[in-house]
């Protein structure tokens, strides 16, 4: 059974920082998939960035520059580094996995319903 446990959001003034993790467990296949998303007040859920299981990742162009996807294997642990944060980035961030297939994203893009497991997200609050 695939989990996934976010953490690390918070409130932050503009200009700031967070990190958010997520523990990752039950991923059964060697090809996998983990990536972000986040849905705004309003605005429909969106990608931010993917990780392949070769290690490879990929950012949204909407965020490029001031986020940074990682992982920790050694602890099964996937970060979201958000820096220059701006009030436009409120969101509730979510982790997501897929396992089987190796595909993350369809070019720049990182849609949803390529990732069947989710946690449970974490909210990000930025004032200005």
């Known amino acids: 059974q695939v989990q996934l446990v976010e953490s690390g959001g918070g409130s932050v003034q503009a200009g700031g920082s967070l990190r958010l993790s997520c523990e990752y467990s039950g991923l059964t296949s060697s090809k996998y998939c983990l990536a972000w998303f986040r849905r705004a007040p309003g605005k429909e859920r969106e990608g931010i960035g993917s990780l392949h299981y070769t290690g490879s990742s990929m950012i949204s162009s909407s965020v490029k520059g001031r986020f940074t996807i990682s992982q920790d294997t050694a602890k099964n642990i996937l970060h979201l580094d958000m820096n220059n944060l701006d009030p436009d980035d409120t969101a509730i961030y979510y982790c997501?996995?897929?396992?089987?297939?190796?595909?993350?994203?369809?070019?720049?893009?990182?849609?949803?319903?390529?990732?069947?497991?989710w946690g449970q997200g974490t909210q990000v609050a930025v004032s200005s």
């Open positions: 997501a996995a897929e396992h089987g297939s190796g595909i993350c994203r369809t070019g720049p893009m990182i849609p949803p319903t390529l990732y069947h497991y």
